[in-house]
Structure formats: structure tokens, C-alpha cells
């Protein structure tokens, strides 16, 4: 599933290879498979008798082999039935069965035994989802039975199980159909089945439809028969062994080219065919085993949670995940596009073909995957330069990880919640780096290296290390501590890991490696040096302190000749010099000195990153009464970048990475008010607005355009207008963003409310809406009332443990400062049970967050202040 979350990575392709496949399944520590603890009480079944288990995971005792199903979806009265036949194995004598079934009704079941039909009894147990099959007589160990049942339920009113979707069409009519998702534990809310990825199995499935849909699935349909009542019933060639959560089908009127997407849109589905075949044969080549499925469909659905989604055969995608229009989407539009279908492509081999025995080792699957994204992309497209974003994926995992909330990767789960709560940034975008770390062990082949030990320093512990470097002479003291935003030292203490460190030197820029077991060691350099650099391309996992004197010469070589560094190790440095001054290793004052250089800086990894230090202290300020202050830093800012941003074209000229750049400094001038850009976009927007949307804006400038367009009530309608309008969907994000940090408010207000509707904006867009509002400064009052007013209808529809629910409750308040809000934060969360929430991993780090901003602030607003009083004309600029 992917989530709605360099120079080496060529050398890395060659070395990587299939075997890395089994290396990490070999070197990470497997699932023990071992079920959670009993519940306390004895389990009692919805007509009050006991339940026969009382655990969160399935007993082993039966498995099944092959599934029978058969679904008819109603698309008028939004409910579906159907019909199961399962073919199980029996492992231990047993007169019970015991599968998932999530609210629905199951009827009619009985058992196909050798010695003939006989019914069984259905207890029911909802809060573990379980169903027991009773039989009246010993099931016996090394026979195989079948058993049949009928069910039915409603058609999921939220983005899970068997659902419904709607489009609206250029004419205006409303179309429904209806489309799975059943990662992680939402296929036994479609049908009963044994919804553990362990229990892999075949399916034979049928689709009865009305003849105005078409349905499609995860395998090549066999034939279409006529059924009374003029109904329709399609036969599914049989899928290879898989997991429930890849089972996918849909009920739709769309079309395709081998992409299916609605009428409307099929013309924007090119470039996603291009890149699917193209990755595939990438694939194939790459893991030397041939792609096992007969074909690779990829479908758009209008409605859709996360990113996308790799159903084996089925991939299933967001309209922005897959859409491309070549005069409307943007450079990043393209790379983004590319990264979800590479990254669902690689899943069927790993994750669809290879899976983990449990959600525990989740990082596996997508760590894997997201890896696989770089490499792929690297080959297949190099014109996309995707290696200029992989750092900050590091970065973004590593903001979760310094919390004293977070997980290992692989780490223990039993109920749904804890389980979606896995797809986070730690499994997403820490894995990638752990998948590297199999790579730099090759390195150090001097040494006897156990591999399982070193993993599991980095499996099984949560959090990553900061390592400490001091030179001296020749020697470098090297020492280990955990990184952690807290003011409890006792949480850092008991972790060690096994660290490949990389360096280079002022005196060579060949990369050292060294091994970094224990806490503390000594390394020799064979000449002294003017600086060192470690952690190269910061292609390891963790964060590095230059103690005595080493930032000082750091920041000496980037004053005077940045570009000896690469532009990743210069974006390295700048986050880690910040995130230094969160624990108190570095004061403020020296990593604003290091960030003077950046007035010379022009590759997109280093200047995002500055931004991405510089622009959350003054977002603090923003929700505290302290304009002058906040301004001051606004405007240094702007300075710092002003020749980088005048030098940007109003076109849609260069490479990927600088269209990114472009976009990213213009959308940046014209939010701060930088005169020359609002001027020109002010003339681009009227000039828009006059053609009544018929002139076509560069790509790369509209989202800075709209940014000044919305300031005013007709431009906003007027926007409005052209995104209810537009079926282009890139183009339509870009307009919602623009409109939802309109200053606004009562356009803000509305959007939210519209959205959780789902009229005239998508609920699915709705997290996005809100969290923008909330770092609007005219709207982060407006998100958090949101928040707290609508918190159970958004549970219910984005589903407890969610990224989408974690992603909105940091959005909403990962920028407080002040203990009042703290308070307000806690008071509200603190109000909740375990079933809306309370028990959630996001509101310990909501709460975290919040304390270390107030932290930060109360030991760096007057440092900032007489830094900023005294250094705002050093700004160096030089002449365009």
C-alpha cells in the first residue's frame, strides 16, 4: 500500500539484486506466529453462549486451501450477498471452526464431509470480528472438508471492506459502483474467511452484475452467463496462492486500456500505462522471476483513502495517484505518479508472492517497496531525478522516531487498530534505510559479521542514534547515544546499536567506513584535517554531533565553498545542526550561522530542507501573540533566498528537480508577500480569470498564482468554480490547496463542512483540507474546532489507527507551543474511551510534540530574538 507518505543509488542497484530478498527474511527476526494473551472474561457470543476461543488471533488447528465465492452487489439498495464455499484442511482433531466475519449476517451454513451434508451452528463473537462453525462431530486431523455459508451485508459506507464509490460525470449525472479494500483486516467485512496473511490460499471468485457495469478482479475473466432476471454472472480464472488482503474486485461502468479508470478520464491514463509496462518488464528482469499472474490491471478509483493499493493483478489507485494530464499535471505530478505505480508494481513480488507471516513485520512489505520506488525510477526514468528526494524520506521517519511514542519496525500487534497504526512513517521510510544498511554490511568484509545481531539492533529497537564526533589531532572519539526529543534523560538510556558509519575528510574525499558497536571508540585518521564529514550522502540511519570544535569548521567550509560537500550531505547537515538544538546539543545562534550560506545555495534537497528547519519556528510564532517577532523571521527568510527566487522563470523550463524548486520558492514569495512575485501572479491570475480559466498557466507557477488568487471572495468563487468544473485531478488539488489557505474564514469553514459531506468536495480530500486550514494562519482555531466537533464521524470513516486519523491529529496540532493549548489538547483527548481512540499512538505524539515546541521555545525565543537583531543585513547576495 503506499500512503497518502542519490548518487549512490546506481552503485546500490547493481549490488542489491533478488538475493535481497531472501537476506531480509533471513536476517530480520521472524514472527514468533505466537497469539496474544486470553481476554480476562471467558468470551460470550452474541446469543449468550461461551465462545470457543478467546484469542485475538485465529487457532491453528484448521486452514484454509481454496475459496469459492460468489458476490452480487446491489448498487441500488448499496448492500451485497453472497455465497462461500471454502475448502479447509484440519491439522488437529477439532469440532470447530473458527473465522473472521465483520458485520454481517451468515445463514445457511453447513459442511461438506465424506460422510455427507450436515448444518452447522454459528456463534458469533463481533468483538474480535470471530465467527465458530459448530459441528456435532469430530472434524479429524488430515482430512480435508468444506464448508459453505450464505452472508449479506451493506456496502461500506467508509473507504474499507467492500465499499461504494461515486463519480460525477461531465454532464453532471452521479454514478455509483463499488470497490475493495481489504488491507489490513477489512476482507472479512466482504466475506467470511481467515483475514490473517499467514492463511494463504487460492480463490476462485464470480461477480453477478447488472449488465450496464462490467466487473473486473485479480484474475482474467473465464466467461460472462445470462442469469433470470437479465442479470449477468462473470467467472474468474483461479488466483494463484495469496493472503485475503489482496483479494480485490469492482462493480463499476469504467473503461479501459489495460488502465480503468471512468469515462471521463481514460484519456489521462496514458502515462500510467507507459510506466506500468515499462516497471514490469523492470521488475521481471530485476528479481530474475517472472511476473506469476496472467495479467496486471491498474485501476483509478474516485474514491480512495490511502495512495494506492497492490492487490495482486488489481492494483487500485487515488485519480491524483494515476492520473496524468500532460498539459495539466506538474513535473512532481509525474514523479509522484511513477513512485506509487513502481512502488505497487514491486509489491507483487515482495509483499504479494514473498509476505510477512504478521503485521509485526510490516516494514518488510513497505520498506521494501518504497526502496524499490528509488531503484526502479532510477533506471527506468532518470529524467525524473527521483534520487534528489529519497533523503527526505529519511527525515520524515526520523521526526516520528524521535519520540519517546514510537515503535520499533518490527514490533508486537494484535487488534486492527495496532495494526493499521504499522502504516506509519517508521515502516514506510525508516525500512528503506534499513534495506540499505544490507548493502554497506558488504563493506566491512574484514570483519566477522553477524548479521542477525546487527539487525536486530535496528529491528527491534524503536528510535535511532546520534552519534558524537570529536577530532582530535588525528584521533577521532567516536560515542553513541539514542536521539530523543524529551527532558527525561532515563529514556535514552539501555539502547545500543551496531552502526556502519561512513566519512570523508578534508584531505580525501574517498569514503571511510567503521564499524561502531559499543558506546563509545576511537578511530585514527593518517593525517590531521581541517574537517570531517560523516554519515556520506546521510545514506545511514542516524544523526551525527560535531563536538569541540567541528561545527565551527562545518560551517566555515559551507560559508566559503559549499560545494566541496555533496548537495545531499549539505542537506544532511542543515537538518541535523537544527535538530541538535531540539536536545540541546547545539545552540540556536549556530545553526542560524550555518543556515547563512544557504543565500548561495540552488539544488532542491539542501533549500527545502532550510525551509523545512527555518519555516516551523516562525509557524510557532503564528499561534502566539508575538507579530514582531514572527515577522522578523519572515522576513529573514526571504532574504536568505531572494536571489534564488528571483532568478526563477515563469515558465515551465529545466529539469524535474528544478521545476520543483521553482514551484516550491514562487509558492513560498507569494505567501510571504514578497512584492515582485505577488505582482507578477496577481497579473497571471487576472489575466486567468479574464480567459474564464481558458488560458493555460505554466504548470510549475499556478499553485503560487492561486495562492494570491483566493486573498479575495470573487477569486475564490471564481476558483471554486473551475475545481468543481475540472476533471483534471492534479489541477483540482492544486486549486483546494490554494483555496483551503485563503484567509478567509468563512470560506474555510465551509470547505470542511462540504468535504465531510461529500457532495461538492470528496471526504476524501478532507483530511488535506483540514490540515492546510490548520497551518493557515487564519485557520488553525477553525481545524482544531473542526477536529474536536467531528472527531467520532471521522473515526468512523477513516478508520481508528489510520494514517489518515494520525495524520490529522498531528496536523492539527503538531505547530502548539503554549501549555493553554497543551491543556485544551489534553483535555479533549483525555475525554475519549478505547473505542473512539483514547488508545491511539498519535496522541502520545501529538502530546510529545506539543511539549517539545513549548521546550523549544521557552530556551530559544530570546536567543532568536538578538540573533536576528544583530545578523539581518549579513545576508550575502550575490549579483544576478
Excluded at 450477498?81 to 454481517?104: D, N, P, S, Y
Excluded at 481489504?182 to 471468485?205: H, L, Q, S, V
Excluded at 536521539?483 to 529514556?491: C, G, H, I, V
Excluded at 536536545?583 to 532542491?604: F, I, M, N, P, Q
Amino acid at each position: 500500500m503506499f500512503l497518502h507518505f542519490h548518487s549512490t543509488a546506481e552503485r546500490m542497484s547493481t549490488m542489491l539484486a533478488a538475493p535481497l530478498l531472501l537476506l531480509l527474511l533471513v536476517s530480520c527476526h521472524p514472527s514468533s506466529g505466537a497469539p496474544n494473551q486470553s481476554s480476562k472474561e471467558v468470551p460470550i457470543s452474541t446469543n449468550g453462549q461461551p465462545f470457543p476461543w478467546d484469542l485475538m488471533r485465529l487457532p491453528r488447528s484448521v486452514s484454509p486451501l481454496h475459496y469459492d465465492l460468489t458476490i452480487h452487489p446491489n448498487l441500488t439498495s448499496l448492500t451485497f450477498t453472497g455465497v462461500v464455499r471454502i475448502q479447509l484442511e484440519v491439522h488437529e482433531h477439532t469440532r470447530t471452526v473458527i473465522l473472521h466475519a465483520k458485520q454481517m449476517e451468515v445463514s445457511n451454513v453447513i459442511i461438506l464431509a465424506p460422510e455427507g451434508v450436515r448444518p452447522l451452528q454459528v456463534l458469533e463473537y463481533p468483538r474480535f470480528h470471530q465467527i465458530a462453525l459448530v459441528s456435532d462431530s469430530w472434524l479429524i486431523k488430515g482430512r480435508k472438508y468444506e464448508v459453505q455459508m450464505e452472508f449479506a451485508a451493506n456496502l461500506s459506507d467508509s473507504y474499507h471492506g467492500f465499499y461504494k464509490s461515486s463519480y460525477r460525470t461531465s454532464s453532471g449525472e452521479i454514478r455509483l459502483m463499488a470497490s475493495t479494500q481489504f488491507e489490513a483486516t477489512f476482507a472479512r467485512g466482504a466475506f467470511p474467511c481467515f483475514d490473517e496473511p499467514a492463511f494463504k490460499a487460492n480463490f476462485t471468485i464470480q461477480i453477478i452484475r447488472e449488465p450496464r457495469h462490467i466487473a473486473i478482479s485479480n484474475m482474467p475473466k473465464l466467461k460472462t452467463v445470462d442469469l433470470p432476471g437479465g442479470l449477468l454472472e462473470d467467472y474468474f480464472d483461479t488466483t494463484v496462492k495469496m493472503s485475503t488482503y489482496l483479494v480485490a474486485y469492482i462493480v463499476s461502468d469504467f473503461v479501459s486500456i489495460s488502465i480503468y479508470a471512468v469515462p471521463d478520464k481514460i484519456d489521462q491514463t496514458t502515462f500510467a500505462l507507459d510506466a506500468a509496462v515499462k516497471l514490469l518488464d523492470f521488475y521481471d528482469d530485476y528479481f530474475d522471476i517472472p511476473y506469476p499472474l496472467p495479467k496486471q490491471d491498474l485501476a483509478a478509483i474516485p474514491d480512495f483513502q490511502s495512495g494506492a493499493m497492490e492487490n495482486w493483478g488489481l492494483t487500485t489507485y487515488r485519480e491524483t495517484g494515476l492520473l496524468f494530464d500532460p498539459k495539466r499535471s506538474s513535473a512532481s505530478d509525474k514523479m509522484g505518479i511513477a513512485k506509487v505505480i513502481a512502488h505497487e508494481l514491486a509489491h507483487q513480488w515482495f509483499g504479494n508472492l514473498v509476505t510477512m507471516e504478521w503485521w509485526n513485520d510490516l516494514w518488510l512489505n513497505e520498506g521494501f517497496a518504497k526502496f524499490m520506488e528509488y531503484i526502479s525510477l532510477d533506471i527506468t526514468y532518470p529524467e525524473l531525478q527521483v534520487d534528489d528526494f529519497f533523503l527526505g524520506k529519511c527525515f520524515e521517519a526520523m521526526e516520528v522516531d524521535s519520540l519517546s511514542s514510537s515503535h520499533p519496525v518490527s514490533t508486537p500487534v494484535e487488534n486492527p487498530t495496532q495494526i493499521q497504526e504499522m502504516f506509519d512513517d517508521v515502516s514506510y521510510d525508516k525500512g528503506p534505510h534499513l534495506v540499505q544498511y544490507d548493502l554497506k554490511w558488504k563493506w566491512f568484509s574484514g570483519d566477522e559479521l553477524d548479521v542477525r545481531a546487527i539487525m536486530d539492533t535496528w529491528t527491534l529497537q524503536e528510535g535511532f542514534p546520534l552519534v558524537t564526533v570529536e577530532v582530535r589531532g588525528r584521533e577521532v572519539r567516536l560515542s553513541q547515544e539514542r536521539y530523543l526529543k524529551t527532558d527525561d534523560p532515563s529514556l535514552t538510556e539501555g539502547f545500543l546499536w551496531q552502526i556502519p558509519l561512513t566519512y570523508i575528510t578534508s584531505a580525501s574525499n574517498t569514503v571511510h567506513r567503521f564499524l561502531l558497536k559499543t558506546r563509545t571508540d576511537v578511530l585514527y585518521l593518517p593525517e590531521e584535517v581541517d574537517w570531517v564529514k560523516f554519515n556520506v550522502d546521510m545514506c545511514g540511519y542516524y544523526m551525527v554531533h560535531y563536538a569541540g570544535d567541528g561545527w565551527n569548521s562545518i560551517i566555515k567550509l559551507l560559508h566559503h565553498n559549499h560545494t566541496a560537500l555533496s548537495s545531499n550531505d549539505r542537506a544532511s547537515l542543515i537538518h541535523n545542526i537544527f535538530q541538535l538544538v531540539s536536545v540541546g546539543k547545539v545552540r540556536l545562534d549556530t545553526a542560524l550561522e550555518l543556515s547563512l550560506y544557504l543565500s548561495k545555495e540552488t539544488e532542491v534537497m539542501p533549500v527545502t530542507q532550510g525551509f523545512g528547519e527555518l519555516v516551523p519556528l516562525y509557524k510557532l510564532m503564528e499561534k502566539r501573540d508575538m507579530a514582531a517577532l514572527e515577522n522578523q523571521m519572515k522576513g529573514f527568510i526571504v532574504d536568505l533566498f531572494r536571489d534564488l527566487i528571483d532568478r526563477q522563470e515563469w515558465t515551465d523550463s529545466g529539469s524535474v528537480s528544478q521545476r520543483v524548486l521553482r514551484s516550491y520558492l514562487l509558492t513560498f514569495a507569494c505567501v510571504r508577500n514578497y512584492s515582485p512575485c505577488v505582482t507578477k501572479a496577481q497579473q497571471l491570475f487576472k489575466k486567468w480569470k479574464d480567459s474564464d480559466g481558458s488560458l493555460s498557466l505554466p504548470v510549475d507557477v499556478t499553485t503560487a498564482v492561486f495562492m494570491v488568487g483566493v486573498r479575495t471572495p470573487e477569486g475564490w468563487d471564481f476558483m471554486f468554480e473551475k475545481y468543481h468544473q475540472s476533471l483534471q485531478m492534479s489541477f483540482r488539488s492544486r486549486l483546494k490547496s490554494a483555496m483551503a489557505f485563503s484567509p478567509l474564514q468563512d470560506k474555510l469553514q465551509w470547505m470542511m463542512e462540504q468535504s465531510l459531506h461529500g457532495q461538492v468536495m470528496k471526504t476524501q480530500d478532507l483530511p488535506d483540507v483540514v490540515v492546510v486550514i490548520a497551518r493557515n494562519p487564519h485557520g488553525y482555531k477553525l481545524a482544531w474546532d473542526f477536529l474536536r466537533s467531528n472527531w467520532h464521524t471521522m473515526i468512523k470513516k477513516f478508520d481508528l489507527g489510520s494514517n489518515t486519523i494520525s495524520y490529522l491529529v498531528n496536523g492539527v496540532t503538531n505547530q502548539y507551543s503554549t501549555r493553554e493549548m497543551l491543556s485544551e489538547v489534553k483535555s479533549f483527548f483525555g475525554s475519549l474511551t478505547e473505542e473512539t481512540g483514547s488508545e491511539m499512538r498519535c496522541i502520545q505524539q501529538a502530546y510529545e510534540t506539543i511539549e517539545d515546541n513549548i521546550r523549544w521555545t521557552d530556551s530559544n525565543l530570546p536567543l532568536l530574538q538578538n540573533w536576528l537583531n544583530k545578523h539581518m543585513g549579513r545576508v550575502v547576495h550575490e549579483d544576478l
